[in-house]
């Protein structure tokens, strides 16, 4: 079991940067592999980034790649994801995820969700 908590998310202009953090629960956190979703109104919900249990491996959306990066401190229990030349269409609720499973850009394969972060981008 593991708990999830985002912060970080706010209003920005185009072309601004966020750093979102999400701090876990727990002594396991380091054998979880995390991925980061996001939730636009009226959208379905989309991956954005992904990390291995060691950070040794990332995954990017394509809409993202080059603009986020996604690390982890294990020592510490937090998964970021700085956010850099935000685009309006980059608005949308930002969570955290955890899972036991081997790293997935697939929703279903997360057990454990935050609560949610607000992004939102201005043009």
């Known amino acids: 079991q593991v708990q999830l908590v985002e912060s970080g998310g706010g209003l920005v202009q185009a072309g601004g940067s966020l750093r979102l953090t999400c701090a876990a629960s727990?002594?396991?956190?380091?054998?979880?592999?995390m991925g980061w979703f996001r939730q636009a109104p009226g959208k379905e919900r989309e991956f954005v980034s992904a990390?291995?249990?060691?950070?040794?491996?990332?995954y990017y959306a394509d809409s993202v790649k080059g603009r986020f990066t996604i690390s982890r401190d294990n020592a510490k229990n937090i998964v970021y994801l700085e956010m850099n030349s935000l685009k309006p269409e980059d608005t949308a609720v930002y969570y955290c995820?955890?899972?036991?499973?081997?790293?997935?850009?697939?929703?279903?394969?997360?057990?454990?969700w935050g609560q949610g972060t607000q992004v939102t981008v201005s043009s």
């Open positions: 727990g002594r396991t956190f380091s054998t979880y592999n």
């Open positions: 990390i291995t249990r060691s950070g040794a491996i990332t």
């Open positions: 995820a955890a899972t036991s499973a081997p790293i997935s850009r697939s929703m279903m394969a997360y057990n454990y």
